[in-house]
């Protein structure tokens, strides 16, 4: 059973960082697609970035550059380091992961049926200009 408990969100000035954790079991931070959901306020869920098991990230493009999604293995935890903050990012953000272990290498969450993607409860992130 997937189980995913998100900390670290907060407020802070634009240009500032966060650094967001996705607690978990040892199985699902070692062998599951993980990825990190931003919901801004009055819109819909939107894809930030995944990681494979084998430890591929990708991103999308507004968080090039910016942001750095990474796995703490030792400690069952996923992060989402969030460097020069923009107001636009702004919103919940939720941990995510795919209730079977993955196959491949790279992790493509965003694409996936939502009867297989289990979800945290959220964190709350607010970036001042």
């Known amino acids: 059973q997937v189980h995913l408990v998100e900390s670290g969100g907060g407020s802070v000035q634009a240009g500032g960082s966060l650094r967001l954790s996705c607690a978990t079991s040892?199985?699902?931070?070692?062998?599951?697609?993980l990825g990190w959901f931003h919901q801004a306020p009055g819109l819909e869920r939107e894809w930030v970035a995944g990681?494979?098991?084998?430890?591929?990230?990708r991103y999308r493009d507004s968080a090039k550059g910016r942001f750095t999604i990474f796995k703490d293995n030792a400690k069952n935890t996923l992060h989402l380091q969030m460097d020069s903050l923009k107001s636009d990012d702004t919103g919940m953000y939720y941990c995510a992961a795919e209730v079977l272990a993955s196959v491949g290498g790279v992790c493509y969450i965003e694409y996936d049926p939502p009867d297989i993607i289990r979800w945290g409860q959220g964190t709350q992130v607010i970036v001042s200009s």
């Open positions: 990681i494979g098991a084998d430890g591929t990230a």
């Open positions: 040892g199985d699902v931070i070692s062998n599951h697609c």
